[in-house]
Nanobody, 123 residues
Framework: QVQLVESGGGSVQSGGSLRLSCASS????????MGWFRQAPGKEREGVSA???????RYADSVKGRFTISQDNAKNTLYLQMNSLKPEDTAMYYC?????????????????WGQGTQVTVSS
């Protein structure tokens, strides 16, 4: 059973930066596609970014040029560097793993989910 634990959330002002981390255990990390999702109050969960086992990445249009997804296979850890944060980025951010070498940036592609870390951006 794969377990995912997010960290790195917090409160920042608009224009600030945060780096989220997701530590994975219980599975063969390098064989999973990985992703970040977020859910704001009253809204549906949406895909933010995904990375395939070959390192290919994809991003939601709303975060392109501001967020960067990366991973360290030796540490079984996924990252999301978030720069130029905006109030509309405020949400609970979730890490997810899919049992495939590549994933669409959509919830059905992912099999395992973390508990989330809160990001709050003030204007």
């Amino acid at each position: 059973q794969v377990q995912l634990v997010e960290s790195g959330g917090g409160s920042v002002q608009s224009g600030g930066s945060l780096r989220l981390s997701c530590a994975s255990s219980g599975g063969t990390y390098s064989t999973y596609c990985m992703g970040w999702f977020r859910q704001a109050p009253g809204k549906e969960r949406e895909g933010v970014s995904a990375i395939d086992t070959d390192g290919s990445t994809r991003y939601a249009d709303s975060v392109k040029g501001r967020f960067t997804i990366s991973q360290d296979n030796a540490k079984n850890t996924l990252y999301l560097q978030m720069n130029s944060l905006k109030p509309e980025d405020t949400a609970m951010y979730y890490c997810a793993a899919g049992v495939s070498s590549w994933c669409f940036l959509a919830q059905p592609s992912f099999n395992y989910w973390g508990q989330g870390t809160q990001v709050t951006v003030s204007s």
